[in-house]
């Protein structure tokens, strides 16, 4: 069974700074998606940054200020000028194929808590 398995999350005060880090606990063939969702209380999760098919994608709010970046089955992703609204818990996200098998694989992380506040 795939792992994700993240770390990075914390407390910061506005305008700081936060790095976000996930890796597949197994190798994985083929990745056709890898990213960050959040999700804030009484909110529905939604995507923050993904890489899809190679392309990368931001959602409106954290542009300008949140980096993604892939090596293989590990993202990461750099988080500056961290606002309160960005308070949240942060989920890791994989679609893609098992090694050997082939099989598809859709998996979350645990999720990691981030925390803006002065």
């Known amino acids: 069974q795939v792992q994700l398995v993240e770390s990075g999350g914390g407390l910061v005060q506005p305008g700081g700074s936060l790095r976000l880090s996930c890796a597949a606990s197994?190798?994985?063939?083929?990745?056709?998606?890898m990213g960050w969702y959040r999700q804030a209380p009484g909110e529905q999760r939604e995507l923050v940054a993904a890489?899809?098919?190679?392309t990368t994608h931001y959602a409106d709010s954290v542009k300008g200020r949140f980096t993604i970046s892939r090596d293989n089955a590990k993202v990461t992703l750099q988080m500056n000028s961290l606002k309160p609204e960005d308070t949240a818990v942060y989920y890791c996200?994989?679609?893609?194929?098992?090694?050997?098998?082939?099989?598809?694989?859709?998996?979350w992380g645990q999720g990691t808590q981030v925390t803006v506040s002065s």
């Open positions: 996200y994989l679609d893609g194929a098992a090694a050997v098998t082939m099989r598809r694989l859709q998996v």
């Open positions: 197994e190798r994985i063939a083929s990745i056709f998606t």
């Open positions: 890489i899809i098919g190679g």
